[in-house]
C-alpha cells in the first residue's frame, strides 16, 4: 500500500471539510498539491489570471456557505497578490485557507530566489500562519490552520516548501480533526432588564440593524414592531431584511437618504443591533445608546454607548421583546416612513425611460444629463426588474454600490456581496465567479465599475475558460465616480479620474464572452433582459452618465459649499482649456 503524501493529505482533508473549489494560479512549489487535486474527484482547480482574483472568490463562497474558501498561490510573488482579496475575507470575518508555496527545505532563509517570508507577510491579514517545515507536523498545522479559520472566523495562511509537499506521511498519522462550534449566546438576565427599563423608558425608539441579524428577521421585525421603531439597515443587512418590511428606511452613511437623519436625529433612543457600522460622524449625538452585538470586542467601538449586551441576535431579541412594553405611538415611525416613500419615490422616478423629456427632467437634465446619457439608475432599476428573486449580486465599490443601495431590492432568496468592509476596486467580478463556480444553474449579477473591472480584467478569461455563466454589467461613466464626488465635495475640481475605456463589450466578445455595449436609454430595458436569459457568460457595457451625484441624508454646509466651488472651478478650468 503506497503511503500518503504531505499534499495528499491536505487535499483529503479540504475535501472532507466540503470544500469543493481551490482558486489560484499553478506553478513550482505548488505542484504537488494541484496534482493531488487533479487526482482527487471531489475537488474542482480553478485557475485564475490574477491570484487576488482567486482570493476574492474564495471569500465569496465562504460567505454564501458559511464553510471554508481556499485559494493557493506559489512563491513569491504568486503568494504576495493573494493579499488584497485576504484582507477582504478578514475585515468581513470569513473563513478563507491560503495555502502557500515556498522555497525548497534546504534553500529556505538564504534569500534565494523568489523567497518570502511568508509567515512575517502575513502576519496582520492572518488569525493563523505558519509554515511546514516537516511531514510529521503537517496534520497538525493543518488542522490548526483550518480550525483558526472556521472559529476565527478570518484566514488562516499555511506555508508549504516546494519539497514538503510530496514528502510522505509517517505511517500511522492522525488525520486532522476540525471542530467548528458557535453556540447562541444570549446576555445575563440582568442585563436584558436593565435594557428593557431603558427602552421603556424612552419615548422614541431606533433600530440600526446590521448583518449579525440577518438570520433573526423574525425577530428583528417584532421588537420594530412592539416598539414603533423605524429600523435603519446597514447596506449588508439589506439581504434578509429589506423585502417586506413595514419598518426599514433604507442606510445611512454617503448612501443614505432623509428619512434614515430623521430616524436618529428623532429619536431618544439608539438600538443597535448586530451591527459595526464604522461612519462615526453619522451617528447621532446625545441619545441613549444600546448596542447587542455577539462580539464583545465590538460593542461600543464605533460610538459610546449607555449598556451594552453580548449575545446573539436571535436569542437576544427573543428574550428583550418579552420584557420590553409595547409602545402605542406610532407618530415616530410614520415620520420616518413617510419621508422614506417620497425620498424613494424621487429616486424611482429617475428610472423611468421618459424621465429625461419630462418637464423636471428636461429641467434637470440641462445641468446634471445634457448629453441625454443613461442614468445609471435606470441601470440599476432594470437589473432589478429582471433579475431573478433568487439571484446572487456582487457589486464593485464607489458608485455601483450606491446604485445597487437604491435600486437593488433583496427581495425572495437574493443574496448581496461586495467589499463592504475593506472597500477595496476590483471585486465585483472575482466574487461573482466564486458565486457562480458554487451553482452554475443559479443567477449570478455582477454590478461592476469600470474602474473596477478594468483593474482585474484579465479574470474575464476565467469566466470564458470555465464556463462560468455570470451576468456582469458595467456601469462605464468613464470615470472614478466616488472619488469625483469626494473631490467635489471637498470643494476641488475634478482631477486624476477620467478613465480612457476601450467598448468592454467588444472586449468581452473577443475573448469569448457575450459582449454588449448600450448607448440608447431606449435600448436598456430590452439589453438587460438579453443578457440575463443568456445561457453563458455575458458583459454588458452601458455607457452611463458621469455627472450623476448620489446626495447623502444629511448634507453639511461644508459640503454643499465645496460643490459648488467645484463646479464653478470646473467651469473656469474647462473654458480655460478651451
Given at each position: 500500500?503506497s503511503s ?9 482533508t ?6 469543493r473549489t ?5 506553478g ?19 485557475g485564475v489570471r490574477h491570484?487576488e ?11 454564501l456557505?458559511?464553510?471554508?474558501g ?51 507577510l502575513?502576519r496582520?491579514?492572518a488569525c493563523?500562519t ?20 472556521l472559529?476565527e ?8 516548501p ?10 500511522g498519522?492522525t ?15 440582568e ?33 420594530a414592531?412592539?416598539?414603533q421603531?423605524?429600523?435603519?439597515l446597514?447596506l ?7 423585502a417586506d418590511?413595514p419598518?426599514q428606511v433604507g ?7 432623509p428619512?434614515?437623519?430623521?430616524a436618529?436625529?428623532?429619536?431618544d433612543?439608539l ?9 462615526r460622524?453619522?451617528?447621532?449625538t ?5 448596542q ?5 470586542e465590538?460593542?461600543?467601538r ?17 428574550a428583550?421583546t ?9 407618530t415616530?415611525l410614520?415620520?420616518a ?10 429616486q424611482?422616478?429617475?428610472t ?26 435606470a441601470?440599476a ?6 433579475a ?8 464593485d465599490?464607489?458608485?455601483?454600490t ?9 427581495r425572495?432568496?437574493?443574496e ?9 476596486m476590483a471585486?465585483?467580478m472575482?466574487?461573482?465567479l466564486g ?8 443567477q ?10 478594468s ?5 474575464l478569461?476565467?469566466?470564458g475558460a470555465?464556463?462560468l455563466p455570470v451576468k456582469l454589467f ?9 472619488v469625483?464626488?469626494?473631490?467635489e465635495q ?5 482631477f ?8 468592454f ?22 439589453a ?5 436569459r ?6 454588458v457595457?452601458?455607457?452611463?452618465n ?24 470646473e467651469?473656469?478650468?474647462s473654458?480655460?482649456?478651451?
Amino acid at each position: 500500500m503506497s503511503s500518503t503524501t504531505v499534499a495528499e493529505m491536505i487535499v483529503n482533508t479540504l475535501a472532507e471539510q466540503g470544500v469543493r473549489t481551490v482558486w489560484g494560479v499553478v506553478g513550482d512549489a505548488l505542484n504537488p498539491i494541484t496534482d493531488a487535486i487533479r487526482r482527487d474527484e471531489r475537488l474542482d482547480w480553478i485557475g485564475v489570471r490574477h491570484e487576488e482574483a482567486g482570493a476574492f472568490a474564495a471569500g465569496a463562497q465562504a460567505q454564501l456557505t458559511g464553510t471554508l474558501g481556499v485559494c493557493m498561490g506559489t512563491v513569491g510573488p504568486g503568494s504576495i497578490h493573494l493579499l488584497n482579496g485576504l484582507y477582504d475575507a478578514k475585515k468581513s470575518k470569513t473563513p478563507v485557507l491560503a495555502i502557500c508555496g515556498q522555497v525548497p527545505l534546504a534553500e529556505y532563509g538564504s534569500d534565494y530566489f523568489q523567497e518570502v517570508d511568508n509567515d512575517l507577510l502575513f502576519r496582520d491579514v492572518a488569525c493563523f500562519t505558519h509554515t511546514i517545515t516537516s511531514p510529521e507536523h503537517a496534520p497538525m498545522l493543518l488542522g490548526r490552520a483550518v480550525q483558526a479559520a472556521l472559529n476565527e472566523p478570518g484566514v488562516a495562511v499555511l506555508t508549504v516548501p516546494g519539497d514538503v509537499g510530496g514528502m510522505a506521511l509517517p505511517k500511522g498519522f492522525t488525520a486532522p480533526t476540525i471542530i467548528a462550534a458557535h453556540p447562541p449566546t444570549v446576555p445575563a438576565r440582568e442585563a436584558l432588564q436593565q435594557a428593557a427599563a431603558m427602552i421603556d423608558a424612552a419615548e422614541k425608539v431606533t433600530l440600526l440593524v446590521g448583518m449579525g441579524a440577518r438570520n433573526a428577521r423574525d425577530e428583528v421585525l417584532a421588537l420594530a414592531d412592539r416598539l414603533q421603531s423605524p429600523m435603519v439597515l446597514s447596506l449588508k443587512a439589506k439581504q434578509g431584511l429589506e423585502a417586506d418590511n413595514p419598518f426599514q428606511v433604507g442606510q445611512s452613511g454617503l448612501i443614505g437618504n432623509p428619512a434614515s437623519t430623521v430616524a436618529f436625529d428623532e429619536c431618544d433612543l439608539l438600538l443597535l443591533v448586530g451591527t459595526d457600522f464604522p461612519y462615526r460622524e453619522w451617528y447621532p449625538t446625545g441619545k441613549q445608546i444600546v448596542q447587542i452585538d455577539s462580539r464583545p470586542e465590538h460593542i461600543g467601538r464605533r460610538i459610546g454607548v449607555d449598556l451594552g449586551l453580548v449575545g446573539h441576535a436571535k436569542p437576544t431579541l427573543q428574550a428583550l421583546t418579552a420584557l420590553v412594553d409595547a409602545k402605542t405611538d406610532t407618530t415616530h415611525l410614520a415620520d420616518a416612513r413617510s419621508r422614506y416613500e417620497h425620498w424613494n419615490a424621487r429616486q424611482q422616478s429617475l428610472t423611468e425611460p421618459g424621465f429625461d423629456n419630462s418637464l423636471l427632467g428636461r429641467l434637470r437634465s440641462k445641468g446634471d444629463n445634457p448629453e441625454k446619457l443613461i442614468r445609471p439608475e435606470a441601470l440599476a432599476q432594470a437589473i432589478d426588474r429582471h433579475a431573478a428573486d433568487d439571484a446572487i449580486f456582487s457589486s464593485d465599490t464607489g458608485m455601483s454600490t450606491v446604485w445597487l443601495s437604491r435600486f437593488i431590492t433583496m427581495r425572495g432568496r437574493r443574496e448581496l456581496l461586495g467589499s463592504f468592509n475593506l472597500g477595496s476596486m476590483a471585486n465585483a467580478m472575482p466574487q461573482a465567479l466564486g458565486a457562480q463556480a458554487l451553482d452554475r444553474t443559479r443567477q449570478v449579477v455582477g454590478l461592476c465599475g469600470d474602474g473596477g473591472l478594468s483593474m482585474l480584467l484579465g479574470d474575464l478569461l476565467t469566466a470564458g475558460a470555465y464556463d462560468l455563466p455570470v451576468k456582469l454589467f458595467v456601469f462605464d461613466n468613464g470615470r472614478l465616480g466616488m472619488v469625483k464626488l469626494e473631490q467635489e465635495q471637498g470643494g476641488l475640481p475634478e482631477f486624476g479620474t477620467v478613465l480612457h475605456n476601450p467598448d468592454f463589450g467588444a472586449v468581452a466578445a473577443a475573448i469569448g464572452l457575450h459582449g454588449m455595449r448600450v448607448e440608447d436609454p431606449d435600448d436598456l430595458d430590452a439589453a438587460v433582459q438579453t443578457a440575463l436569459r443568456h445561457p453563458g457568460p455575458v458583459l454588458v457595457d452601458v455607457v452611463t452618465n458621469p455627472q450623476e451625484i448620489s446626495v447623502p441624508g444629511k448634507v453639511t454646509v461644508d459640503q454643499a459649499w465645496g460643490f459648488a466651488i467645484s463646479k464653478i472651478r470646473e467651469t473656469v478650468l474647462s473654458e480655460g482649456d478651451s
